[in-house]
């Protein structure tokens, strides 16, 4: 089936430095990919819809400047965050529709900012 | 907007117990719904999921259908497993490939041996 890679699985990082993290369709074309972040035992909060080759459509109330995504392939989405602080602490996973009605998931991307 | 709600957790039952879980959900349209699983530390994985009022999803022993007249999807099971134990999420999604998914909060399992 499809798969959706995640990449890197966990980092840690200081404080004020940024952290990109990478989300791939392995078998499929992915015109449009979803970003999500989920805090501890909470629900996937969506963040913003990457659309490759156009700006990322942010959801209201995330820092577009703070979370920088780029679609620059059918195949590649990238979420940059920036200047991290420890509240950006989280899992981050990104998402992609294979038809309107299957979605596949990374396997999310555990960020510490220390 | 679109929204799922679903019953509050953790949810504690003893093996071989019936669950059942609550989904309700408000959209325009007609969204496909969804039931995903998180087990811990893990992304998610699609569970099962219906298209259509009155389909009904089925995998690995859970069933959910798609109630149109209720707006529900309540996912069931008539035996859990210790290994059932996990985040499940209900979910909806437009018709259309660039639609997002939007979840309803979660519902913790604990399956007790």
């Known amino acids: 089936g499809a798969v959706v890679s995640q990449h890197p699985s966990w980092v840690i990082c200081k404080s004020g430095t940024s952290v990109k993290i990478e989300c791939r369709s392995l078998d499929f074309q992915a015109t449009t990919m979803f970003w999500y972040r989920q805090f501890p035992k909470q629900s996937l909060m969506l963040m913003a819809t990457?659309?490759?080759?156009?700006?990322?459509?942010?959801e209201q109330g995330v820092e577009k400047d703070k979370f920088l995504i780029n679609h620059a392939s059918l195949t590649l989405s990238t979420l940059t965050v920036t200047s991290a602080h420890p509240e950006d602490s989280s899992f981050y996973i990104c998402s992609a529709k294979v038809t309107r009605t299957e979605a596949f998931f990374g396997q999310g991307t555990r960020l510490t900012v220390v | 907007g679109d929204s799922v709600t679903q019953m509050e957790g953790p949810v504690t039952l003893s093996e071989e117990a019936f669950l059942t879980i609550n989904c309700t959900y408000t959209a325009t349209g007609y969204p496909s719904l969804f039931w995903y699983v998180q087990y811990p530390g893990e992304g998610l994985q699609l569970l099962l999921k219906?298209?259509?009022?009155?389909d009904k999803g089925s995998n690995k022993g859970f069933e959910a259908t798609y109630r149109k007249e209720t707006t529900s999807f309540h996912l069931e099971k008539g035996s859990v497993q210790v290994s059932d134990s996990a985040v499940y999420f209900c979910?909806?999604?437009?018709?259309?490939?660039?639609?997002?998914?939007?979840f309803g909060k979660g519902t913790r399992l604990h399956i007790l041996p």
């Open positions: 990457s659309n490759e080759g156009s700006k990322a459509t942010y």
């Open positions: 979910a909806l999604s437009g018709g259309s490939r660039d639609d997002k998914i939007i």
């Open positions: 219906a298209t259509k009022a009155d």
